[in-house]
């Protein structure tokens, strides 16, 4: 049941994320895109496919709709019922939007990172009022601060491996394992840089990158504490 819903809540919520994906897909410091890439006319606020003039496709067809809904119907199939379904369902949703527009131009907005802080500690701050369990906010708190220290200790030893964005990414990433425990947190770290080298070996063995080459982490710091949360016990 749960997973159903979320599949449904999906697909309608990466409906209305592609226009946030389309409007912040752009390099640091320029404006916000509205308007078509080729022929200029503005797109309108929500749900654009296509450009209505040119036909000029404005981002993968189906592609947000249908990651968000796999990625909320396994985490509401995980959490559904549980206080904290509401905070770990935005978590899904945010990191499609971030996925989506770290693979398309290597960074992860401040426009979405930020707010997501407020957000996610009310989120959880409300979970832990219903379950009256505030030890659970507290290791959240200090998860976020940990995961984004530690991804600030690896940005200075090894510059230009990590941008701001992950630092920032990893501290939302921190608050929501660090609710369901420390275990969770550290796998969920883990596994984002083991995910990160499986596929750098498998593009590297397919010729499409060297050892030089630098590819975006935010899908893996994502990937690695989706499975985590999949897998926590809390
Ligand atoms: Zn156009």
Do not use: N
Not at 54 to 77: D, F, N, W
Not at 182 to 190: H, M, N, Y
Request: charged share 10%; with cysteine.
């Amino acid at each position: 049941m749960w997973a159903v819903a979320g599949a449904v809540l999906g697909l309608l919520a990466g409906a209305a994320l592609r226009a946030t994906v389309f409007r912040l897909s752009v390099a640091p410091g320029e404006p916000e895109r509205t308007a078509c890439p080729r022929c200029q006319k503005p797109v309108p606020q929500r749900l654009a496919v296509r450009c209505a003039q040119c036909r000029t496709s404005l981002g993968t067809p189906l592609a947000l709709e249908l990651s968000t809904a796999i990625v909320l119907a396994l985490l509401l199939g995980r959490f559904g019922g549980q206080p904290d379904v509401v905070a770990f369902g935005f978590f899904g949703v945010l990191g499609v939007a971030l996925t989506a527009i770290d693979i398309a131009i290597q960074r992860l907005p401040d426009m979405l990172t930020l707010p997501a802080y407020p957000i996610l500690i009310v989120l959880l701050a409300g979970a832990a009022l219903v379950g009256h369990d505030f030890a659970d906010l507290a290791r959240a708190l200090l998860g976020g601060l940990a995961l984004a220290g530690g991804y600030l200790v690896l940005a200075l030893v090894r510059p230009g491996q990590l941008g701001g964005g992950d630092i920032k990414l990893a501290g939302v990433a921190g608050l929501a394992l660090g609710w369901l425990g420390w275990p969770a947190l550290i796998a969920g770290a883990a596994l984002g840089f083991v995910l990160s080298a499986l596929v750098s070996l498998a593009l590297i063995a397919a010729r499409r990158l060297t050892l030089r080459s630098e590819i975006c982490f935010g899908p893996f710091l994502l990937g690695g504490a989706l499975l985590s949360m999949l897998a926590s016990g809390h």
